[in-house]
């Protein structure tokens, strides 16, 4: 690990300034990621800046109905909370899905959505990588692929987002909330946080230099059936091939978010008017565009029996 100076922030505002101010900042919270990739040399911050202290560790109600959750709540106080078991399963069930119990138990909620992806070639830096090193090609692409991207990938990066929770509050609606280094604040739609790579896979979301999540907004509660499935090469501390996350609606309505498949959480709305008419549908509105290789071609089909199997759940 490379050497840093490092910094305890004060409030929001004065940790995005110093994030702008500073070249090669990097915040820090829980450090499950960022931590392994400094030792890797793949982050190489000249300088740190503490969030832990700041008071965004709740979990509030808002006046619209939904909750509004810190930056800083931890995975395991999440899945925990009474609200968002009793409104919110399908995010409950998300982030049980993910990591070990000690991993939740650091890991903080905008952490969680900005984990970078855990692709092989990216981890490994003897390897061209267009996210680790921009430019240098995809070692991925042509090499094998079984992990990756079958939907949104471009010729420079084929990588999978590896957040469960991401996917949860993508058929959520959440909305992600911003201080930005002048002080001024924005709402980003969960579906414009995630960009998907183009020729420039290592942008991986549209939040400007310094600005940093404050809050996650849920809109309120819509109701209907959750359900959350994960497929992975094994039962455990594993990131999915597949997931799903679903909502459905007594009148066979819903939402269908995926994760697995592509460089963010996939969620086409226009599939989701498609459950009536049944899987297929809404696998072939999902996937309209897909580009798989030998080695990952199965997601295609996993995907849709995985949905199946989720949609079958939730309407049992």
Not at 178 to 200: F, K
Not at 285 to 297: I, M, P, Y
């Amino acid at each position: 690990m490379r050497s840093f100076s490092y910094e305890r922030a004060t409030s929001p505002g004065a940790a995005a300034a110093a994030a702008a101010g500073t070249a090669n900042a990097k915040f820090i919270a829980g450090g499950t990621n960022l931590l392994d990739l400094m030792k890797l040399e793949i982050e190489t911050p000249a300088h740190l800046i503490d969030v832990n202290g700041l008071a965004l560790d709740r979990i509030e109600e808002t006046a619209e109905g939904g909750l509004r959750i810190g930056a800083l709540v931890r995975n395991t106080d999440l899945a925990a909370d009474a609200r968002v078991r009793r409104d919110y399963g399908v995010l409950s069930r998300a982030l049980l899905a993910g990591a070990s119990g000690q991993l939740r138990n650091k890991a903080t909620t905008a952490g969680n959505l900005l984990q970078r992806t855990r692709c092989p070639y990216f981890y490994d830096t003897n390897l061209p990588c267009n996210k680790r090193k921009p430019g240098s090609g995809c070692a991925a692409i042509g090499g094998f692929s079984r992990q990756h991207a079958v939907v949104g990938a471009s010729e420079a990066c084929i990588a999978t987002h590896p957040s469960d929770m991401a996917v949860a509050m993508r058929a959520l609606d959440a909305v992600i909330e911003t201080v930005r280094p002048d002080g001024g604040t924005r709402s980003i739609p969960i579906a414009d946080l995630h960009r998907l790579p183009g020729d420039n896979p290592e942008i991986e979301t549209v939040l400007q230099p310094g600005e940093l999540i404050t809050a996650v907004a849920l809109p309120k509660p819509v109701g209907g059936t959750q359900a959350y499935r994960k497929v992975r090469d094994r039962a455990s501390y594993a990131f999915a091939l597949v997931s799903v996350a679903a909502i459905v609606q007594p009148d066979g309505t819903g939402r269908v978010a995926l994760g697995g498949v592509a460089h963010k959480p996939w969620r086409i709305e226009a599939a989701e008017a498609e459950l009536p008419r049944g899987v297929k549908a809404v696998a072939a509105r999902l996937f309209a565009d897909a580009k798989s290789t030998r080695d990952n071609a199965y997601k295609l089909p996993l995907a849709e029996r995985t949905l199946a199997a989720v949609l079958r759940e939730a309407r049992t």
